[in-house]
């Protein structure tokens, strides 16, 4: 009976154990994602500058892990262009970051006039990591939600329109990864669905938006600045040109009435009638002293355009060179040989 008994005890155990492993198993496969990013995470040595963008986009726990598990790069022209030689560079806009091969690669912009630009698109590529761990049905539904926020949206904001029009080529599904990267760091309010969503990545998703509004910003205050000045131009040389073709009949006018009154005088016509004479000459002298003021304030406003137009000159080529600073493909050209 003893070893009917010990027998029994044994299969039970056994049964257990199975049980056990088999719920383990179910365990890991269930969250093997997680497992994964969990591993490559710890065994991931990021760089300092690497550890300057997470604390400054202040990523959750979540966030963190899928960042650091995306093995994180940064750098140059040559590297960059390396690292991401297989993205479609025929869009416009500039190629800052991508995510290939289940890593993030960001190029490095150090001007200070555009800080903000790495920690925004490293936040933008953590968002296409985060997309990439989705399951087919996660990917659809959220699609959907992105999708019909989008249409609301661009509904009002042409200009978010136009952002996301160098996507219009893309698949329904690639077109909401691109938007569930761009909603979650360049727009500050979104339905609380949108909200809750990216809460799973980032602890304050406002300071993404904050660090994007700060360099979009360089680019929004050069292109409004431009576009006063072009309109004052316009008008300016509107009116000089009015104000000129007024000035050159007046002027035609008056050497007409002056070669008419030398003409007169040669004939001795004012002999005897002083009065007439002077009379005459003071008008002459009086047109002549207005059509200089005219002249004059004409040069001043031509001085005043030329003025302007440098203004807009310069503007242009701040806003080239901050565009050559994000191009990563841009290649500066070669400072000239000096001739011993």
């Given amino acids: 009976m003893a070893g009917t008994v010990g027998k029994r005890v044994a299969q039970g155990v056994a049964v257990a154990l199975v049980v056990a492993v088999a719920a383990g198993g179910l365990i890991a496969y269930t969250y ?131 952002r996301m029009s160098v996507y219009e080529s893309l698949s329904r599904s690639a077109f909401a990864n691109e938007l569930h990267s761009v909603f979650g760091t360049e727009v500050r309010d979104l339905s609380p669905e949108l909200e809750q969503h990216y809460a799973k990545w980032f602890e304050d998703r406002s300071v993404i938006v904050d660090w994007y509004d700060g360099y979009h910003g360089v680019f929004v205050e050069l292109k409004a600045e431009a576009e006063r000045l072009s309109a004052e131009l316009e008008e300016l040389r509107s009116d000089i040109e009015d104000r000129s073709a007024t000035y050159d009949v007046a002027v035609q006018q008056f050497n007409a009435d002056a070669a008419e009154f030398r003409e007169r005088n040669e004939r001795y016509e004012f002999s005897g009638n002083k009065q007439l004479f002077d009379t005459l000459r003071g008008e002459l002298l009086a047109r002549q002293e207005g059509l200089d003021a005219v002249r004059q304030e004409i040069q001043a406003e031509t001085d005043r355009f030329n003025a302007l137009r440098e203004e807009l000159v310069k503007l242009n080529d701040v806003s080239v060179e901050l565009n050559d600073v994000l191009d990563s493909t841009f290649t500066p050209p070669s400072s000239p040989v000096e001739q011993a």
């Fill in 32 to 162: 093997r994602g997680e497992i994964r990013d969990h591993f490559l995470a710890s065994s991931f040595e990021p760089t300092q500058r690497v550890n300057q963008i997470r604390d400054e986009i202040e990523l959750s726990a979540t966030g963190d892990r899928v960042f650091l598990a995306s093995q994180p790069t940064i750098g140059g022209r040559d590297e960059f262009n390396r690292w991401c030689a297989g993205v479609d560079h025929t869009e416009e806009g500039h190629v800052l970051g991508c995510f290939a091969e289940r890593r993030i690669r960001l190029f490095e912009v150090t001007d200070q006039r555009l800080t903000g630009v790495v920690e925004t698109t490293a936040a933008h590529e953590l968002l296409h990591a985060a997309w990439s761990r989705m399951s087919q049905e996660e990917r659809a539904e959220l699609a959907d939600t992105l999708v019909a926020e989008y249409d609301a949206r661009a509904a009002t904001d042409a200009e978010f329109s136009q």
